[in-house]
């Protein structure tokens, strides 16, 4: 294998081997049975267990989002939990993420990290969201980014990472009118069930 | 120590072991050195670190909590709110119960219990909340149960277990009525802001 082959490998087979035990059963011997190279040549490029997970996994998890611009708020919305929703069923998502936040409780330079690298992720694509529609006037300027990322994220990873309901055809869309009224937009429904017949 | 003592002794043992080191380090070893006992008498209570591990939490989460009925959505919500603060500082809820979460993304004997016993709690606290709300008209007949608990558990969740953001002081405030919109109670605000000052 070439350098950058190893070097793929051992990314690959460390997310493989932390989806399949977990970071308190993971060993650098197995990663480097399973990347069929030599335990050197990872300890050649990190200098620990804990550097090559966190190094690896936030480069994975730090990936690019396509844009979500739809031109509204629940269009924007519909997308974003789509694009949720595909992520939670990736293992990275679905097992190691949740299995380094449990980590995390215990050690501080997890959290530290995990903590960057998903918090920088999430203020970046909820706070472009929300500040589009607040300049289309869909939301109040007043709209606190912070509070508003939580009622956007949490209901789906609750349901999807913690409860682990399965979704129904049209949870998704109830999700997003719910979610655009606790944001704080107009409610269309009632203009929709009002609409005076006319002509 | 008495039959009884040794076995509330392996159980608190149990539950700080858990929290330290977590599911897949945690030695029945430790437990035992931990509680002051001998395994065996750990292994004459329970057969397997799994049936301990899952007999003992699912014990612990299954305590009773208080009524939470205030006589009003929202008063109830915020009710709610404080007592789910207050329960994802201990460490039953902040460290071992996702600790067992990521565990259970790998272990369907894990993943069966702990569906069982907190969606069985989750089920009957919420039911009963939007269950009150519907009969007092505050929230439609058609709620679904299942949504509303997304909506009202995984923002606070998410901000507390996942995001680790400090709570503001209106935080809650903000978050009761935002859920409340969600669910589909009337606003409240614009009447505030609204109101006629009169004679």
């Known amino acids: 294998m070439l350098r950058g082959e190893i070097t ?16 308190g059963r993971l060993s650098i011997e197995a ?4 990347a069929g190279v030599s335990k050197t040549a990872i ?11 966190l190094e690896v996994v936030a480069a994975a998890a730090g990936g690019r989002l396509p844009a979500l611009d739809t031109g509204g708020l629940r269009g924007d919305l ?5 694009v949720v929703t595909h992520a939670l069923r990736h293992p990275l998502a ?10 995390a409780a215990r050690n501080p330079t997890i959290d530290e990290t995990l903590q960057r690298v ?6 970046e694509i909820l706070g472009q969201l929300i500040e589009r529609a607040v300049r289309r006037g869909e939301l109040p300027a ?16 609750w349901r999807l990472a913690i409860a682990r309901t399965p979704l129904t055809d049209s949870y998704l869309e109830n999700l997003v009118e719910s979610v655009a009224l606790a ?13 005076p017949i006319t002509g």
Chains 1, 2 share one sequence.
């Open 43 to 53: 300890y050649r490029r990190w200098s620990s267990k804990l550097e090559l997970v």
């Open 118 to 123: 998903l918090r920088a992720r999430q203020q």
């Open 31 to 34: 990663v480097a049975r399973r």
């Open 78 to 82: 519909a997308l974003l939990f789509q």
């Open 183 to 195: 944001l704080g937009a107009p409610d269309t429904l009632p203009r929709q069930r009002a609409a």
């Open 8 to 23: 793929a490998a051992i990314r690959r087979a460390l997310m493989q081997e932390l989806a399949a035990v977990g970071y």
């Open 142 to 157: 007043s709209t606190d980014p912070g509070v508003a990322a939580d009622l956007i994220v949490g209901p789906l990873y």
């Open 94 to 103: 679905s097992q190691i993420i949740p299995d380094l936040l449990a980590e």
